[in-house]
């Protein structure tokens, strides 16, 4: 089945004959460009939504009337052509269907042609499609600009944010062979709590019980996992059992962290302009925070030589830090943690560095999207500190995936793997009591 074109179904005269998609695409580019000319875009931010909808009704339909063929469409085709004409001035043209599902959590457009989505972890083609190039680049454009950023030939591809926090990533040709991509990951307008997460199933009422432990004690955690598999979303989670009386400071090449605390500093990587200067990397970041008197320090993600400082944080006084990583494991976390460290140039013996890592670190909890679509906690490891020259991990708890049912639903187990963790302890000391049974082997949870 050829997907190429996938317009919205073509909307048909009284004469009974369909629009080409071109055709339709045509109209409502000469329409849009009409009504560019006659309303006062800066009055957009300022006016009433309900007004300028009204107003944009209104014109469209006068424009309409001046068409010199006259294209006589009928109530719905002209309720369909206000809406996304709407949408063009208003929002993001062709996207903003989706920006308003929120059962959707990708959006990814395959040049101008194809805009696939997600919902509930599978990926599924729409009917939707921009005009053209042109018009998708207008719509790339009109996200970047509004962060500060700028994509071109001279710098052609870029992180931004949607205002709901959604993370964007565009990139264009020379480097798009086929034309502009976009890619957008949806956050929901009303962050998941822990509760949704064991609806989900994505981990067990025990594990939601020692992850609030871990914050309320200043373990300093890590979590890992692969594109997709809810590494932020948990992150959110775990920064809404962060104190309020404490200072939290956030730092991401796109701000995208939901926190609820009022005692929250966002800070915002910033690319170099376009003489190539004035860039901020995370790094910068995480050395300016140092000095903003922070009690956590939240990294959205650790990717490069950042992750050296994250470490020299967790080391000096600044316990109960969280960042996230991209990996296959947490023993691969590891790996790219030292990777990371060995990017900044500095000459550290492979042994001095591993055993600096497993005293910044405490637990490492590893996530990952199974084939049917959903997020699960794969394992929860805890750094106990050194044998030799390796650092030593337990397991806590774990999930196996043990079938895949008739509707393709992934069918598997949690559970405790029998060793106590030394970090209970500290829970002791502060009076977060854990049931007995807690660590027990034969702790299991069918799902």
Partial sequence: MDHDIGPAPSPQTRTGRSLFPNEYYELKTRIHDRLIDLIDLSLIESTDQHVIKSEIKSLVERILVEEENGVPLNLIERERLFQEIQDEVLGLGPLEPFLQDPTISDI??????????ERFGILEITEARFKDDVHLRKIIDKIVSTVGRRIDESSPMVDARLPDGSRVNAI?????????????????????????????????????????GIIKVKLNVLISGGTGSGKTTLLNVLSRFLPEKERIITIEDAAELQLKQEHAVRLETRPPNIEGKGEV???DLVRNSLRMRPDR???????????????????????????????????????????????????????????????????????????????????????TGMEGNIITLQEI?????????ENGRVKGRFKSEGVRAKFIEKFNI????VPEDLFDPMNVLEV
């Fill in 281 to 283: 990397t995370q790094r």
């Fill in 108 to 117: 990814l457009v395959n040049t101008y042609r194809q805009i696939y989505v």
């Fill in 297 to 383: 320090i939240i990294v959205g993600e650790v990717r490069g030589q950042e992750a050296f400082d994250m470490l020299q944080a967790m080391n000096t006084g600044h316990e109960g830090s969280l960042t996230t990583i991209h990996a296959n494991s947490p023993r691969d976390a590891l790996m790219r943690l030292e990777t990371m460290v060995a990017m900044t140039g500095l000459e550290i013996p492979s042994g001095f560095l591993r055993r600096y890592i497993s005293s910044a670190l405490d637990v490492i909890i590893h996530l990952s999207r199974l084939s049917d679509g959903s997020r699960k906690i794969i394992s929860f490891q805890e750094i």
């Fill in 397 to 405: 708890f774990s999930f196996k995936q043990t079938a895949v049912d």
């Fill in 430 to 433: 502060v009076g977060i009591t």
């Fill in 172 to 212: 264009i040709p020379p480097l798009a062979l086929d034309g502009p991509m976009l890619s957008i990951r949806r956050f929901a307008k009303e962050p998941l709590e822990l509760e949704d997460l064991i609806n989900l199933e994505t981990l067990t009422p025990e594990i939601g019980e020692i992850l609030q």
